[in-house]
């Protein structure tokens, strides 16, 4: 990963985040970027051993002047978010910023998702997001203010073979409208961040067909959008200079969300044909 940033240095120093899922992916560029510019990250996610692993690599990278620290935290289970904001605040004073990142969906038809596994998904994505941001208000950013960016997808027209996670996001979307809304008092700035289709080594591994290339095809731009390109807005929407900017959600797609859903429809002749007149032409 390449330390870049158009940002000021030292613009978080003294500053304190919590990046759910911030050892990988997109997560780990707001991560390193973050501490780049000189703010504490708390990354947070399932995996203790993966965590570890990461933190150790950005703390030996000397571009990073803030530190990484880690805490394990499945955001599906109510104690262990609890746990995450407490010991935060405990150990650092304070929660100025958290980045809501932490996601997870698998490739399947609607038709065929299991209670269980459409249960999952909204779990992950829309509950654990809602949980964070409520501790976060609780354990500190009720009385105290603080910035939250949430990570959504681009689901604006429909994400076929992703409902589940496309019908989470949608409801994040929503609830960031709401927060911004009722934590305005409290000196709370909400926003989301959409982005389109971002190649990662993690996202690839996970999905059965390679809808990257599938994905290429259906791009304005021409090309797939990089981890690095969601972090800088992030930044963005975390600094001073956001500062009028809340209950937002920013679409970083190269213009997709304008164009066509993820995955191209196979054509058909299923539906009921529209017979019409061709003399009257
Ligand atoms: N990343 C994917 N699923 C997660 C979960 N349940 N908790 C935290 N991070 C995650």
Request: glycine share 10%; hydrophobic share 40%.
């Amino acid at each position: 990963m390449n330390v870049c940033s158009v940002f000021k240095l030292n613009l978080f120093a003294g500053k304190v985040a919590i990046v759910t899922g911030g050892g990988t992916g997109i997560g780990a560029t707001i991560t390193q970027e973050l501490a780049h510019l000189g703010c504490d990250v708390v990354i947070a996610s399932r995996s203790e051993e993966k965590l570890r692993h990461a933190a150790e690599k950005f703390n030996s990278n000397p571009k990073l002047t803030g530190k990484v620290s880690y805490i394990p935290c499945n955001v599906r289970k109510e104690d262990q978010v609890k746990n995450l904001m407490h010991t935060v605040v405990k150990q650092f004073g304070k929660i100025d910023f958290l980045v809501n990142n932490s996601g997870g969906q698998f490739f399947c038809p609607a038709e065929e998702i299991s209670k269980k596994g459409w249960n999952a998904v909204i779990d992950t994505n829309l509950t654990g997001t809602f949980l964070c941001c409520q501790h976060a208000f609780q354990s500190w950013m009720g009385e105290n203010g603080g910035t939250i960016v949430n990570i959504i997808a681009n689901m604006w027209r429909g994400f076929p073979v992703f409902c589940h996670t496309g019908a989470a996001r949608s409801a994040v979307d929503n609830l960031t409208k709401t927060l911004a809304l009722e934590w305005a008092d409290k000196g709370i700035r909400i926003n989301s961040v959409a982005p389109g289709t971002i190649y990662s080594e993690t996202a690839a591994a996970n999905y059965p067909r390679d809808i990257f290339s599938e994905a290429i095809k259906l791009q304005p731009t021409g090309r797939l959008g990089g981890p690095e390109e969601i972090s800088g807005i992030v930044c963005f929407l975390l600094s001073p200079a956001a500062a009028f900017l809340t209950g937002e959600t920013v679409k970083v797609d190269g213009a997709e969300s304008l164009y066509k859903c993820l995955l191209q429809i196979p054509m058909h002749n299923q539906l009921p044909a529209w017979k019409w007149d061709k003399s009257k032409l």
